[in-house]
């Protein structure tokens, strides 16, 4: 099991495996053990992999927001003296991403947008924040929202994918409930056509809770961008389907490696 470190703005991560830098960005109510099944890239790759503000062992609860999550990986990037890294974001991690991107597109090699969104309608917004907050509110405080996460973000119910699913989703409350309503006000319509790094944009075929049209709206903007649909998955892709996932991701940064 890897150690966590600590950064100095007071941000747990991981750090450990050999070559070019790659940022793995955990989702909503995630730690970053969310990221188990990846941690093999770290014989091609050097990992970083942090806990987001007021998630998993980090204890800041102030502030939460896109904008500051951003930040947050900056901050922590510019620390290790890293100038330039593939920055690879799961879900609410895919617009911490983005927002890496609109603030520090010089710090990105590229970009990798996984089950993720860019923008959230009105309609949607009031569905899944107003409608069904107290629903939230009453899970998360009984403790009851780990099964029912589990069955709504997976395509298949087996007992291990729960169980592996549930032991990197530990949402607190007040975070969870902050960073969703964060994540509903999230809008880069006018970013995307600006991205200019090689960027790989991957759905799940079954996903119910970001169905896959919303990363093909995100592929149709990037330009030159590259979209792949994980048959048989659910929104945890890089859970569901380990191997193809990470098949995925070595092919896509072995073809973007810095070349010297």
Request: proline share 4%.
């Amino acid at each position: 099991m890897e150690k966590s470190k600590v950064s100095k703005s007071g941000i747990p991560f991981l750090h450990f495996g050999n070559g070019e830098p790659l940022v793995l960005i955990h989702g909503l109510g995630e730690e970053k053990g969310g990221w188990e099944n990846q941690y093999e890239l770290a014989d091609q790759y050097e990992l970083i992999i942090p806990d987001l503000g007021g998630h998993g062992s980090c204890n800041k609860s102030d502030g939460i927001s896109i904008q500051n999550f951003a930040a947050d990986v900056i901050e922590l990037l510019k620390e290790l003296g890293i100038e330039s890294a593939h920055i690879a974001g799961f879900s609410m991690g895919g617009v911490v991403a983005q927002e890496i991107y609109r603030h520090a597109p010089d710090l990105c090699r590229s970009l990798l947008l996984i089950s993720t969104f860019h923008v959230c309608p009105k309609i949607l917004r009031k569905k899944i924040y107003k409608s069904k907050k107290a629903k939230f509110e009453k899970l998360l405080s009984t403790g009851g929202q780990g099964e029912y996460a589990a069955k709504l973000a997976l395509y298949s119910w087996r007992e291990e994918n729960i169980n592996n699913f549930t032991k990197s989703f530990q949402p607190k409350p007040h975070i969870f409930l902050s960073s969703l309503k964060a994540c509903l006000n999230v809008d880069n319509t006018s970013l995307l056509p600006t991205v200019s790094v090689p960027t790989l944009i991957i759905g799940g075929q079954y996903d119910s809770i970001l169905p896959v049209h919303l990363q093909l709206w995100i592929h149709k903007l990037i330009p030159h961008s590259e979209f792949t649909i994980l048959r048989n998955t659910g929104h945890i892709t890089k859970l569901e389907a380990k191997e193809r996932f990470n098949y995925l991701v070595r092919n896509f940064l072995n073809r973007h490696k810095l070349v010297i």
